[in-house]
């Protein structure tokens, strides 16, 4: 897997697809263990699903995750890895690009949606996480991570990791952005809903009464509804992220 380094940043990346077609960033499921390879436990792979698509396919490790490395700092939070991925964008020549996320990946998208409208087409969300009575569920998986990659951070404080964990999951509806943010989203955006307690269906409901255009999938992750769900995400690209 190729690695990108900006600064103290060493952030971990693959391409497949079509190197020279429309290129489409993936953004893994898994919380702050967000990495390329956390895809093969979720209900729809994009690596595999997208392969002949004719999409350039970019997959990468967030910072921390995976095989990717920064340094902890009181300033981390949903902008520091906005700015990883725009970065990492850049670094491959893209300057238009689709997104698709899943779990954690829903606000990453939608954030690189608000912060670089000029330059996202169009959104894939699966099961997007979102604030509803679990607070509590995302700060333990917030602590969690933290204790399991401390000792790689001898630089960090206490102070660091509190307001890091502050500025992940401080916030309300989908962390990274409120609702009057997601209402100005005007890129297309394919929307699958969330059932369950780090994705619930009131998130993906709300999302989809506040984005301006968005087609809303309820039923996607089982037997021919994850077919045709497929089909669909493989049609929404081929129409949106080549215009």
Not at 28 to 44: C, H, I
Not at 75 to 104: P, R
Not at 153 to 168: D, I, L, N, T, V
Not at 188 to 213: C, F, I, M, Q, W
Request: aromatic share 8%.
């Amino acid at each position: 897997m190729p690695m990108f380094e900006r600064g103290d940043v060493r952030l971990h990346y693959t391409e497949l697809g079509d190197p020279t077609g429309p290129a489409v960033l993936l953004i893994a499921p898994g919380g702050l263990r967000s990495a390329a390879e956390r895809w093969e436990a979720a209900p729809y792979d994009p690596r595999a699903q997208l392969a002949d698509s004719g999409l350039r396919l970019i997959a990468m490790d967030q910072r921390n995750a995976g095989d990717s490395w920064a340094p902890i700092t009181i300033a981390d939070g949903w902008e520091t890895y906005t700015a990883d991925q725009l970065a990492l964008l850049d670094h491959l020549g893209v300057k238009q690009f689709s997104v698709v996320g899943m779990c954690i990946g829903g606000p990453y998208a939608l954030n690189l949606m608000r912060r670089a409208a000029e330059r996202v087409r169009c959104a894939v969300l699966l099961q997007p996480i979102g604030l509803h009575g679990n607070r509590h569920a995302f700060e333990g998986l917030f602590d969690g991570w933290s204790a399991s990659v401390a000792s790689e951070h001898p630089e960090a404080s206490a102070g660091s990791w509190a307001a890091f964990r502050h500025r992940m999951f401080g916030g309300d509806f989908v962390f990274a952005l409120g609702r009057e943010d997601v209402a100005a989203i005007t890129a297309p955006v394919l929307l699958l809903k969330g059932d369950d307690l780090y994705h619930p269906a009131e998130t993906s409901v709300a999302l989809s009464r506040l984005l301006r255009n968005v087609t809303f999938l309820e039923e996607w992750k089982t037997g021919g509804a994850l077919d045709e769900a497929s089909r669909q995400i493989g049609a929404f690209l081929a129409e949106h992220a080549t215009e």
